[in-house]
């Protein structure tokens, strides 16, 4: 069983930044791809970044450039760096862990994101 803690959301004014943190209760990185979603009111969850096992980087087109998704191995933790903000960015920021080889997930809590303008 992994833990996923998320923590950093918040209320920033449009154009400001916010990092969100995802601590996970044991190593995973060999075996496990690292995403952070979004859920926004009244709309369907979004992936914005993935960070793969082999260390690469994926991001939706929504967010490319603005967001960046990165790893502390020591630490346990993938961060999500959130540039730029706007009204729309506003939602409920999930990280979850993909095992790649059995296909299961495991799901942080949620941190709550408000972009206001």
């Known amino acids: 069983q992994v833990q996923l803690v998320e923590s950093g959301g918040g209320l920033v004014q449009a154009g400001g930044s916010l990092t969100l943190s995802c601590a996970a209760s044991a190593s995973i990185w060999n075996i496990y791809t690292m995403n952070w979603y979004r859920r926004a009111p009244g709309k369907q969850r979004e992936l914005l970044a993935t960070y793969t096992s082999h260390g690469n980087t994926n991001y939706a087109d929504s967010v490319k450039g603005r967001f960046t998704i990165s790893r502390d191995v020591a630490k346990n933790t993938v961060y999500l760096q959130m540039n730029s903000l706007k009204p729309e960015d506003t939602a409920v920021y999930y990280c979850?862990?993909?095992?790649?080889?059995?296909?299961?997930?495991?799901w942080g809590q949620g941190t709550q994101v408000t972009v206001s303008s």
């Open positions: 979850n862990a993909h095992n790649v080889i059995l296909g299961y997930d495991y």
